[in-house]
């Protein structure tokens, strides 16, 4: 029975003892959610790890049948965490909640503080457990709401868990804190209604929230093909607290050739070298990200990442390109800052950079690795480009991340890593979506496109030694041919190489031939007949249309999208079959085909028809497809697929 109290928390409770200089646990953590200055601050705290669902043996069970979803069973109820402390709980993911009881169980205690509907960690809206620091979106369930122990901390499941992912940090065994308490203080709920307010206004400028006046300079940036101009400078110590900019959405979709700069210090390596728009998390030339950190939205894109500088700035922006070919392009920046030097227990911020078509088979893409020293993580932005024509299984690859040279978070799946889930799949993982801290950049499975960025408050993930992320590229053995590129943000103590941003690799790869999944199809409008979506025939998942019978042929309308404008060789694949009629293809009052007769004793498949001739315009096109025949008639169609035509 669904039961109605959000929680069953016991009676006693450890009573909070703190040592001077030592003091962390929940205010802390509250904080930390909406403590956007402080996020360059060094963790002293012992290493972030993570329990997950994630198949041991290699292969791609990473929760589909719950084989590896706990640890072991006590009773009925399934182990899926157990920690010593003192530490905290910083997120929970799921793409498979449930009613069934989660039940976390503190120092050894015999009942647990925390029993409630697994599903109302994320849904409920119910304090503490509020929106949008505990949501759902993009088929992820997550929860941000931080949850300490002090001397142990054990999760419990009274039911069948699938997919997961508990994200923890240890303290130091030496600091002393409170668990969960029965009652919060005021400040503690201060603290988490101020988060909630600041997470509610993601996408708009939140500098005066987080740091009163920050000084504004503003530079109209003039730049042509083959220039390097400056934005900022500053030879005494300080901070960028953000920087906007106006004009990106004026430039061409395709270009991506305006590079940004950043050195601290007189660092010789750049601190930041990437393109503005992978950046701003743009999706292959389209805006896309709006996050509370970085993103784009209104008239401006903007970055709100802290970055300290002890003695000197420097911003420039770069134009790619051969000097006097070209345009003159115009963007407005805005760049706010502070004259509050970096101090010691901060790091600096660090942008890295790549891109990497087809990563060697057997080998995983990286993300950020081999990062020598003491730093932390504090975001993602990836751009997946397959290689292979109608499909995003490369998104079955899990993440990996290792600090001081252990493996301390194993993934689920790419899209689980960004909090999401089910990609492919209506209303889950299936277009752009921002959350305040996560999101997904797009998905379109007939150009093989997806990605996804994630930020990192609370749950930064601190290294004292090395740093690596990588991700894999295919469910098994990294097989998937995929051309990616990735930003990757982290305070350290010095930048890390990367290869110098050029047009050849700034530019966005074509995708292969365009292949529509019949069942996934965008339609318009159908009429005189029924559509019966998703039946098989054999392995072939199929769009069925049926005749309604009368003089008047079925008619159903579609719409492609592309990612140029032109003219494409348009392919169907379909199954002829008893009881089918007639078909005929059109684009408007174009018609592509005279009618095809697709009348069969036995399920024939046709593999790949030549239409015709389709154009597209404003980045997509629409195809109507006539059945003709009697009352109840059938036409099978399982696959549209469309190839470039060159020269037009």
Request: aromatic share 12%; net charge negative; with cysteine.
């Amino acid at each position: 029975m669904r039961k109605k109290n959000l929680m069953m928390i016991c009676l006693s409770f450890a009573v909070l003892s703190l040592q001077t200089g030592n003091t962390q646990g929940l205010l802390d953590e509250l904080k930390a959610l909406s403590a956007i200055g402080d996020l360059p601050v060094y963790l002293e705290t012992g290493p972030v790890e993570q329990f997950s669902s994630y198949d041991r043996t290699g292969n791609n069970d990473d929760g589909f049948n719950g084989t590896y979803s706990f640890i072991r069973m006590e009773g009925d109820k399934q182990v899926i965490a157990e920690m010593t402390g003192p530490g905290v709980i910083n997120r929970i993911w799921t793409p498979t909640p449930s009613a069934d009881t989660i039940e976390f169980y503190f120092d050894g205690e015999k009942v647990p503080r925390i029993a409630m509907p697994f599903d109302e960690l994320f849904t409920s809206d119910r304090f503490p457990f509020l929106s949008p620091v505990c949501g759902y979106e993009v088929g992820g369930y997550y929860c941000y709401l931080p949850i300490p122990y002090s001397k142990s901390c054990k999760v419990l499941f009274r039911g069948k868990m699938l997919f997961y992912q508990l994200q923890y940090r240890s303290y130091h065994k030496k600091t002393r804190i409170s668990s969960w308490p029965a009652e919060w203080s005021r400040e503690e709920k201060d603290a988490l209604h101020a988060a909630v307010d600041l997470w509610n206004d993601y996408g708009e400028n939140i500098l005066s929230k987080c740091y009163g006046k920050p000084v504004m300079e503003t530079v109209t940036a003039r730049i042509r093909p083959g220039e390097t101009i400056p934005l900022f400078e500053r030879n005494s110590g300080g901070r960028i607290v953000g920087i906007e900019v106006e004009g990106l959405d004026n430039i061409d979709r395709k270009d991506n050739n305006l590079v940004l700069m950043a050195r601290w210090d007189g660092e010789e390596e750049y601190a930041i070298h990437a393109p503005l728009k992978d950046l701003f998390g743009y999706f292959f030339g389209e805006r896309s990200m709006r996050s509370l950190l970085a993103g784009a939205s209104g008239n401006s894109s903007y970055i709100y990442y802290p970055m300290p500088f002890s003695g000197s700035a420097r911003l420039e922006l770069s134009r790619l390109g051969d000097v006097g070919v070209g345009t003159e392009t115009v963007l407005n920046f805005r760049i706010y800052y502070l004259d509050e030097p970096r101090q010691k227990n901060e790091g600096k911020f660090y942008v890295h950079w790549r891109r990497e078509n087809r990563p060697a088979e057997g080998q995983p893409y990286s993300i950020l690795s081999g990062y020598e020293g003491k730093g932390h993580y504090v975001g993602t932005i990836l751009a997946c480009q397959g290689l292979l024509k109608g499909t995003t299984g490369y998104f079955e690859g899990d993440d990996q991340t290792i600090t001081d040279g252990k493996l301390r978070l194993h993934g689920t799946g790419s899209e689980d890593y960004f909090n999401g889930g089910w990609y492919l799949i209506p209303d889950r993982w299936d277009m752009a979506h921002s959350m305040p801290t996560h999101g997904c950049l797009g998905y379109v499975n007939a150009l093989s496109r997806t990605g996804g960025f994630r930020h990192y408050l609370a749950d930064k993930l601190n290294f004292n030694e090395d740093f690596s992320l990588t991700i894999e590229h295919g469910p098994e053995g990294n097989r998937f041919p995929v051309d990616y590129r990735s930003v990757a943000f982290f305070y350290g103590e010095y930048p890390v190489s990367q290869e110098d941003p050029a047009v050849a690799l700034v530019s966005y790869p074509e995708p292969p031939a365009l292949k529509y999944q019949a069942y996934l199809l965008n339609i318009l409008a159908f009429r005189n007949g029924v559509l019966e979506n998703g039946n098989r025939i054999g392995r072939k998942r199929v769009l069925t249309l049926k005749t309604g019978g009368g003089n008047e042929p079925m008619l159903m309308k579609v719409s492609l999208e592309a990612p140029d404008d032109g003219v494409y060789k348009l392919y169907a694949s379909y199954y002829k079959g008893p009881g089918s009629g007639q078909i005929r293809f059109k684009q408007r009052q174009v018609i592509l085909t005279d009618w095809i007769n697709v009348q069969s004793p036995e399920y024939l498949y046709i593999e790949k028809e030549y239409i015709g001739n389709l154009q597209v315009r404003n980045g997509s096109a629409t195809l109507t497809i006539h059945l003709q025949g009697n009352a109840g008639t059938t036409f099978y169609l399982n696959e549209i697929q469309m190839e470039k035509m060159g020269g037009e």
